[in-house]
């Protein structure tokens, strides 16, 4: 089935068409109109040069008028091999129909609303007989069976059109054209680029992205960008200000080679603030630690091997160390974030 876009917005135009597989472009006096486009023949031409193939109204009050407005048009500039020329279905529609096709034009019978008007254009020779499926459902009318009906017409008599199924409101038109065997299919960018959309579908990728991550990241790229550290003689204060600066809840205490000492936690503070008052600020951070053997983790380790320490050990922090000295730290929140750990 071929699929069109229904525009004449150029920036979703653009957009639609990097997906690379669109048979052309469909547009409508109106959709200029509503777009403030004045200038409809340098709109047209500059759309030509946009798509494989264009749609575009060709009108007259009589057949002679409307061959003379496509050969205008082609005149302008538009090729006749990708342009197709839409024609609303009336006595001088199908005439003009006939009479572009004896030219070797494309030509598309549209504001088709009975199968009888489709019958028409086929016998005149259209290349597409577009039933306008939206707007005959708000007018109550059971437009799905129209379109089978113009299917079955062209399978059993062989004619040489294709029924296109426009006035696409929403997903499941789509999904009715494809059932009904509908031969091309006209819809709005707003519809189309949801159509690979599915709740199950994302979750099912997230999984996969999360569990490609925890196999192949290793711990020291997600290593948190704040390394918070304070030596053995400096004091709970400045703990509470490396804290505070770097925004973790915790920092790495080292002595003064740089090896791990501890770790120090906002958790700590809390406890030492509430049994030793606010004088434990001034004191060595030695004397407040609350772990002389922080849970740590080595920076080449799988990011597997980080979330499993995080839910065996419930801590909100861990130490990463690289030959043995404390290089950063990972933050349970990070991870969290990554959609790594729920």
Not at 73 to 95: C, D, H, Q, Y
Not at 155 to 183: C, D, P, W
Not at 266 to 292: E, F, M, T, Y
Request: charged content about 20%; overall charge negative.
């Amino acid at each position: 089935m071929e699929l069109y876009l229904d525009s004449v917005d150029f920036k979703e135009i653009e957009e639609a068409f990097k997906l690379g597989f669109l048979a052309g472009l469909t547009t409508t006096p109106t959709f200029m109109h509503r777009h403030g486009i004045t200038d409809i023949d340098g709109a047209m031409l500059k759309l030509a040069k946009m798509v494989p193939v264009l749609q575009v109204e060709a009108l007259g009050d009589t057949a002679e008028e409307v061959l003379a407005e496509a050969e205008r048009l082609l005149a302008l500039g538009l090729s006749k091999e990708t342009t197709v020329f839409k024609i609303p279905v009336s006595n001088e529609g199908v005439r003009a129909c006939k009479m572009l096709r004896d030219k070797g034009l494309l030509v598309n019978v549209h504001l088709v609303y009975t199968l009888n008007q489709a019958y028409m254009a086929m016998a005149a020779g259209a290349t597409y007989v577009c039933p306008l499926v939206g707007r005959l459902q708000d007018q109550g009318h059971d437009a799905l069976e129209l379109v089978k009906q113009c299917v079955q017409v062209v399978k059993q008599y062989g004619y040489n059109t294709k029924i296109m199924f426009s006035s696409v409101r929403h997903a499941e038109h789509v999904r009715t054209a494809l059932i009904s065997g509908v031969h091309t299919i006209t819809a709005p960018w707003s519809v189309m680029k949801n159509l690979t959309i599915n709740n199950f579908t994302t979750l099912g990728t997230d999984q996969f992205i999360e569990h490609t991550r925890l196999m192949t990241m290793k711990v020291k790229q997600v290593i948190h960008a704040s390394n918070p550290q304070v030596k053995t003689t400096q004091t709970v204060f400045d703990a509470l200000s490396q804290m505070t600066e770097s925004g973790l809840g915790a920092v790495t205490v080292v002595n003064e080679k740089g090896e791990l000492a501890g770790i120090f936690t906002d958790g700590d503070l809390r406890r030492q603030l509430r049994d030793n008052g606010k004088a434990i600020l001034d004191q060595p951070i030695a004397s407040a630690l609350g772990s002389a053997n922080p849970i740590t983790v080595n920076a080449e380790a799988l990011l597997h091997d980080a979330v499993k320490i995080f839910k065996d050990k419930g801590v909100d922090n861990i130490i990463v160390l690289e030959n043995n000295l404390p290089v950063g730290m990972v933050d349970i929140q990070d991870l969290v974030k990554m959609n790594l750990i729920g």
